[in-house]
């Protein structure tokens, strides 16, 4: 016999004090929107549902949106000083040689003067050489095609956070 039960995390997460879930939504992802959309359809029943009104928020984002959310992220290979979160996902550049942050800083650089804001990329588990081989590849998109690949990797960033906080609250 299965539960029918919510998730201690996810009950925890829906009972949360709205402004209280808003702050923590917006810890998850920059964009007020995603946030509004995702506070809007609490109680979620289970991570699932929840998931997937967060991928349904990240596929409606405007560009104005996505500029937001892109603006609430470190390039990689700069954590934001003091932020856990920004840092264990960066853990893959922690390591690297100087000559790799060196490259990556140059190609940071190229990419955001092409684009407009700073690379990003699902960085969870991946190392200083797969961010690296990336943007190498990615630079050369259109900023359409790469306004698409950014918001992919926002959404997987998002889940991964999401879950995150379903196991912290």
């Known amino acids: ?8 995390g996810l009950a925890r997460f829906n ?9 923590a939504l917006h810890e998850v992802c920059a964009s007020t929107a995603w946030a509004a959309r995702l506070l809007a359809a609490r109680p979620y029943r289970t991570a699932d549902d929840l998931y997937a009104v967060g991928d349904a928020a990240m596929a409606e984002l405007t560009t104005a949106d996505l500029e937001e959310v892109m ?9 934001t000083p003091g932020d856990p979160t920004s840092a264990r996902e960066q853990r893959g550049m922690a390591g690297a040689a100087q000559d790799l942050r060196a490259e990556m800083l140059e190609l940071n650089l190229a990419y955001q003067e092409k684009f407009g804001h700073v ?39 998002n889940r991964i956070r999401l879950a995150r906080l379903l196991d912290t609250v």
């Open 71 to 79: 603006a609430g992220h470190p390039p990689i290979g700069r954590p």
């Open 1 to 8: 016999m299965t539960s029918t039960s919510t998730p201690p």
């Open 15 to 23: 009972a949360l004090e709205e402004h209280v879930a808003l702050a």
């Open 119 to 157: 690379f990003l990329i699902c960085a969870t588990g991946k190392t200083g050489e797969q961010m690296r081989d990336a943007v190498k590849e990615r630079i050369g998109n259109a900023p359409g095609q790469e306004r698409e690949i950014v918001r992919t990797e926002l959404g997987k960033i």
